[in-house]
């Protein structure tokens, strides 16, 4: 992981820019000390000590956060939704109907090249979700994509509750799944195009 | 109480800053830490507690010159406010007070 790169993290999540300052110069710094021989390599030191920062970025950036932008980041979240389901409407209730058909209410039919193709849909439908959500965020674009990704699990969740005895733990592992994916989308858009505002 | 000192790690990291006098860098706070505790934190986490004193105006930032070793990056450097002295010396005498207390269970 380059600093470029982390830096475009840590601005996802809102972090400031003086954060973003302190912790990624201290990180050069320390890269560039000798480290006891057996240590890990340079590259997955650095990316293991931008990930140990990640919940700190979090933190700061969530500083000064109130019920306002909460309000916010659920309009963007439910908007992304709305957006997503009416452009792959039709797609998408086959896939839903598909997947319920196949996979969820006979667990042991045989798992066609049709299921697969809708379950890679559904797959890239969540990523292209979180980046449509995180593309509607300028300053803070990757906590929109979680939020987004856990309103989305908590939906379905919601939704498949009711078949739970049925389903067993398909209950949590699909929008588990879902909600990862989410991330994923959300990662990418922020990872292309830095935050706005924040970054210096 | 929003002014206060918070936490062991909180108190730990204004005393280190105290203790390393005028101007301390992230990183000198970070590894006299590690000596006191005998734990390496992370070096986000550090600026968060830091972040956090600067709010209550225990702390004060300067920035450095930018350095090539920190990728063009200058350093902050903290130095102990007036106020974060009087609350180190609070929290001094709390605990104090608290460990003076003759309990039945310590006689």
Redesign the interface.
């Known amino acids: 992981m380059s ?1 470029p790169l982390a830096a475009r993290l840590f601005a996802a999540l809102g972090a ?1 820019p ?2 973003v ?10 890269r ?1 000390q000798p480290r006891p021989a057996g240590m890990f390599s340079s590259r997955f030191w650095y990316a293991a ?1 931008v990930l ?6 979090l ?2 950036g969530l ?1 000064g956060v109130g019920l306002g932008h909460v309000i916010d980041w659920g309009q963007k979240a439910l908007s992304a939704h709305l957006l997503l389901g009416v452009a792959t409407l039709v797609g998408g209730g086959l896939a839903h109907e598909a997947v319920v058909a196949d996979i969820l209410v006979e667990p042991n039919a045989p798992l066609g090249l049709l299921v697969a193709a809708v379950l890679a849909a559904l797959m890239a439908w969540c990523v292209a979700l979180g980046y449509l959500a995180a593309w509607m965020e300028r300053e803070r674009p990757l906590i929109v994509a979680l939020a987004t990704a856990l309103f989305n699990a908590m939906l379905h969740i919601l939704m498949l509750w009711p078949t739970a005895s049925d389903v067993g733990a398909v209950v949590i592992v699909f929008p588990a799944i879902g909600a990862l994916l989410i991330t994923a989308g959300g990662l990418w858009r922020a990872l292309r195009r830095p935050a706005s505002r924040r970054l210096a | 109480m929003n002014d206060a000192l918070r936490g062991t790690f909180e108190t730990t990291v204004l005393a280190t800053v105290a203790a390393l006098g005028d101007g301390a860098s992230g990183l000198d706070i970070r590894r006299v830490v590690a000596e006191r505790t005998g734990r390496t934190h992370a070096v986000g986490a550090i600026y968060t507690v830091l972040q956090r004193l600067e709010a209550k105006g225990f702390v004060v930032a300067r920035v450095d010159e930018p350095r090539a070793m920190r990728g063009g990056r200058a350093r902050r450097l903290f130095t102990v406010t007036g106020t974060g002295a009087r609350a180190l010396d609070d929290f001094r005498r709390r605990a104090d007070v608290a460990w003076g207390v003759s309990s039945p269970a310590l006689a």
């Open positions: 600093a400031s003086a954060f300052d302190d912790v990624l110069g201290d990180l050069e710094e320390l560039a000590e140990c920062a990640l919940p700190h970025a933190r700061d500083r």
